[in-house]
């Protein structure tokens, strides 16, 4: 990395040691034989607002700045529910649980570090958002659809106070996730 880099960087949301130990529980139980695919280990679990990838560091810095400066808006639950798959389950390359609520605030959220990295100079994010918890990675792609029916939705909440920045480091395994800079919403009305 040289002296102007960054690294390679995404914004999410951070799952709690509780929402990760309950579904690794659970897909232990629905899944005997495992999850198809390369799995994501669980601590490497988020939920990504924005893949950045290659970032300089005044890039960074512009970033952050905005994040500051943004109406993050009130803490608050999302659910968690079934299993799903990108493209689709009868060609998956990527297996993941999906959201039951909330939704429409992870896209607020979303939107904001949009914003933050268009101000920074990334390109506009052609793909829709769709908030959700990627599993595992499959390849080649393979039908899914009898392992994602055979799972009961999770019923599982889990607070949101924070949207960090990360950066990955690749290479000899599992990526490795380092916090760069956290960004706490305003307190809201959570029951833990």
Do not use: C
């Amino acid at each position: 990395m040289d002296a102007d880099s960054a690294g390679r960087l995404f914004v999410g949301v951070a799952l709690t040691e509780e929402a990760r130990r309950a579904i690794d529980a659970h897909l232990r139980r629905a899944m005997p034989d495992g999850v198809p695919g390369r799995l994501v280990p669980a601590a490497n679990w988020h939920l990504t607002l924005r893949f950045l990838g290659a970032t300089q560091v005044d890039q960074l810095s512009t970033i952050v700045r905005h994040l500051r400066a943004a109406e993050l808006g009130t803490a608050f639950e999302i659910g968690f529910g079934g299993l799903g798959a990108f493209s689709r389950p009868r060609s998956a390359r990527v297996l993941w649980i999906g959201l039951t609520d909330s939704v429409e605030r992870m896209k607020a959220l979303a939107w904001i570090v949009e914003d933050a990295a268009r101000a920074a100079g990334f390109a506009t994010e052609q793909k829709p958002f769709k908030p959700h918890l990627t599993l595992s990675r499959i390849q080649p792609p393979r039908d899914v659809t009898r392992a994602i029916a055979g799972v009961a939705p999770l019923d599982l909440r889990m607070p949101v106070r924070e949207v960090v920045v990360f950066r990955s480091h690749l290479g000899g395994g599992p990526a490795r996730y380092e916090v760069v800079e956290r960004f706490p919403l305003r307190p809201g009305e959570i029951l833990d």
